[in-house]
């Protein structure tokens, strides 16, 4: 017994050292190690999409306008005008000197510049923009976006709405897309290009503040887009498109005490310009219908004083002589109420009521005389340049 303890014993013993120097020199002859050892998991690739690239990230964002200025920007073009100032040096300002050598002695010639904006609006090179930005001018140049540079004549304009065409000669000008002014709806996000101070094109973004705003003493027609956009000198003339880059109004006008942008802007809606346009580019002028009247609108106090009910119409304060108001019977204090079966509010309804009618058609002009409805029959006339108070 005692001898077989002894081989085991001694069995163990050599089995402990072999498996030590094993461990030791071999340890790779070891079978693996069991389970419950801590071992890193490598994960699998995983496939990896595509950077998408910058444009088409930033497409669709809602915090941006890129799109509808990507679009609209190419069609905005900044415009520069010079025109001969003749100024007298006081040197030469002697009467009996002016007698003798003429009434241009001592003049000196000088040239003027200045800066506006204006829209492509047809690839054969008819662009749109103020009355005000090229008139008088005795040279005109358009800057287009890619900084080439083009001589512009003027095709025609419409002092009544401050609307000018120009057209230049040249390749690949890209068009803008006409909006709906109709369709606009305050509230509603515009963004405003243009050329101001002479900065280059420039974006500025706002809201719609009202629509049909009148009576300003800016044109004889009005019937304004107010925008809190900012509008600046040499923004005359450029374009005010919706969040889309669609052309909705021509940048016209600014209120302000300092000369600079005050948060109120006005264009002129797109509507408008689309009419001037054809005409233009059509005779070459703008064809509008003519009265002869000169019109005040009917106010509370004159509503209760002529019995009229409501505060609608226009009375009439004047009928120039042989006009076709005054062949068809119109007389001083007639109220003007209705105009070809539409409802007129107030004079400046009127004027746009009577405008667009055809020069030579009878028109229905009904009128409350001495408290009672009377129709004349019209023949509308052709309106004459603009004159203070004409209607």
Same mark, same amino acid.
């Given at each position: 017994?005692?001898?077989?303890?002894?081989?085991?014993?001694?069995?163990?013993?050599?089995?402990?050292?072999?498996?030590?120097?094993?461990?030791?020199?071999?340890?790779?002859?070891?079978?693996?190690?069991?389970?419950?050892?801590?071992?890193?998991?490598?994960?699998?690739?995983?496939?990896?999409?595509?950077?998408?690239?910058?444009?088409?990230?930033?497409?669709?964002?809602?915090?941006?306008?890129?799109?509808?200025?990507?679009?609209?920007?190419?069609?905005?073009?900044?415009?520069?005008?010079?025109?001969?100032?003749?100024?007298?040096?006081?040197?030469?300002?002697?009467?009996?000197?002016?007698? /003798?050598?003429?009434?241009?002695?001592?003049?000196?010639?000088?040239?003027?510049? *200045?800066?506006?904006?204006?829209?492509?609006?047809?690839?054969?090179?008819?662009?749109?923009?103020?009355?005000?930005?090229?008139?008088?001018?005795?040279?005109?140049?358009?800057?287009?976006?890619?900084?080439?540079?083009?001589?512009?004549?003027?095709?025609?304009?419409?002092?009544?709405?401050?609307?000018?065409?120009?057209?230049?000669?040249?390749?690949?000008?890209?068009?803008?897309? /006409?909006?709906?002014?109709?369709?606009?709806?305050?509230?509603?996000?515009?963004?405003?290009?243009?050329?101001? /101070?002479?900065?280059?094109?420039?974006?500025? *973004?706002?809201?719609?503040?009202?629509?049909?705003?009148?009576?300003?003493?800016?044109?004889?027609?009005?019937?304004?887009?107010?925008?809190?956009?900012?509008?600046?000198?040499?923004?005359?003339?450029?374009?005010?498109?919706?969040?889309?880059?669609?052309?909705?109004?021509?940048?016209?006008?600014?209120?302000?005490?300092?000369?600079?942008?005050?948060?109120?802007?006005?264009?002129?809606?797109?509507?408008?310009?689309?009419?001037?346009?054809?005409?233009?580019?059509?005779?070459?002028?703008?064809?509008?219908?003519?009265?002869?009247?000169?019109?005040?609108?009917?106010?509370?106090?004159?509503?209760?004083? /002529?019995?009229?009910?409501?505060?609608?119409?226009?009375?009439?304060?004047?009928?120039?002589?042989?006009?076709?108001?005054?062949?068809?019977?119109?007389?001083?204090?007639?109220?003007?109420?209705?105009?070809?079966?539409?409802?007129?509010?107030?004079?400046?309804?009127?004027?746009?009521?009577? *405008?667009?009618?055809?020069?030579?058609?009878?028109?229905?002009?009904?009128?409350?005389?001495?408290?009672?409805?009377?129709?004349?029959?019209?023949?509308?006339?052709?309106?004459?340049?603009?004159?203070?108070?004409?209607?």
């Amino acid at each position: 017994m005692t001898r077989l303890w002894l081989i085991f014993a001694q069995t163990t013993t050599v089995c402990l050292a072999a498996l030590f120097v094993v461990a030791t020199l071999k340890p790779e002859w070891l079978p693996a190690k069991g389970v419950g050892e801590m071992v890193p998991v490598l994960q699998a690739p995983q496939p990896v999409a595509p950077a998408a690239p910058a444009a088409a990230a930033a497409a669709g964002r809602a915090d941006s306008y890129h799109d509808a200025v990507a679009r609209a920007m190419p069609s905005v073009v900044g415009i520069l005008t010079s025109k001969e100032v003749r100024t007298r040096n006081p040197l030469f300002s002697d009467p009996a000197l002016r007698r /003798f050598f003429g009434d241009r002695f001592g003049d000196e010639a000088q040239k003027a510049t *200045s800066l506006g904006s204006g829209v492509i609006v047809s690839p054969a090179g008819y662009i749109l923009t103020n009355n005000h930005v090229v008139e008088a001018a005795d040279e005109i140049e358009v800057a287009l976006p890619d900084g080439k540079k083009l001589v512009a004549k003027v095709v025609g304009n419409d002092p009544d709405t401050d609307l000018a065409v120009l057209r230049v000669q040249g390749r690949d000008l890209r068009a803008i897309s /006409f909006g709906s002014s109709e369709a606009l709806r305050v509230g509603d996000v515009v963004l405003a290009i243009g050329n101001p /101070f002479g900065f280059g094109q420039t974006v500025t *973004s706002g809201i719609v503040s009202a629509l049909g705003r009148s009576g300003l003493g800016i044109n004889t027609f009005e019937n304004f887009i107010q925008t809190d956009a900012a509008i600046n000198p040499g923004n005359s003339g450029g374009a005010l498109v919706d969040s889309r880059g669609n052309l909705v109004g021509i940048n016209t006008a600014i209120f302000s005490g300092t000369g600079g942008s005050m948060g109120i802007g006005f264009a002129l809606p797109v509507s408008t310009a689309k009419m001037v346009l054809e005409q233009i580019i059509k005779s070459g002028a703008v064809t509008r219908g003519w009265m002869g009247v000169e019109l005040q609108s009917v106010t509370p106090a004159i509503a209760e004083s /002529f019995k009229l009910g409501t505060p609608d119409g226009a009375i009439i304060s004047r009928v120039l002589p042989n006009s076709p108001a005054d062949r068809a019977g119109a007389k001083m204090g007639d109220v003007v109420v209705n105009i070809e079966g539409k409802k007129v509010a107030d004079a400046e309804g009127v004027l746009n009521a009577v *405008s667009s009618l055809e020069p030579g058609r009878a028109a229905t002009v009904r009128v409350i005389r001495k408290g009672e409805q009377v129709d004349l029959s019209v023949t509308i006339g052709r309106r004459p340049k603009p004159q203070p108070g004409g209607n």
